[in-house]
């Protein structure tokens, strides 16, 4: 596979967000999405990935981003104390990163992009 180190390095990434988790207040459900995508990047390095499912996926994220988008946003960098909304907006953009990842793999790792014709 061509793409076998970018979906390797997006795996080990993800892996990476996933132990990253382990102080959050709800460590199970960020650890879970997070090495779903690490998983399927996993996949697509090893072999051909059948296309519906990280577009499905990727769709998932992309929905649960938009749903996890604060209504009031105050920035990515600043503290995260009471009161503010930087920590529902780091999540989101974490799920946007993954839907994005996930769209690149149903993209370059697909069973269904047609193979080049050997001579």
């Known amino acids: ?3 076998r180190y970018l979906f390797w390095s997006l795996s080990l990434m993800f892996g990476l967000f996933a132990a990253l988790q382990y102080n959050d207040p709800d460590p199970h459900l960020w650890v879970t999405l997070y090495l779903l995508p690490a998983a399927v990047m996993a996949w697509a390095a090893l072999r051909p990935l ?3 499912l990280p577009l499905l996926l990727a769709v ?3 929905g649960l981003a938009v749903w996890w ?7 990515l960098t600043g503290a995260m104390s009471p009161g503010t909304t930087v920590e529902e907006g780091r999540e989101a953009l974490g799920l946007l990163i993954c839907a994005t990842a996930l769209l690149v793999a149903a993209w370059l790792g697909s069973s269904s ?4 014709a050997s001579a």
């Open 60 to 62: 998932v994220y992309a």
């Open 113 to 116: 992009r047609s193979a080049p």
């Open 50 to 52: 059948p296309r519906w």
């Open 1 to 3: 596979m061509r793409h």
């Open 69 to 75: 988008w604060p209504a009031r946003f105050d920035g």
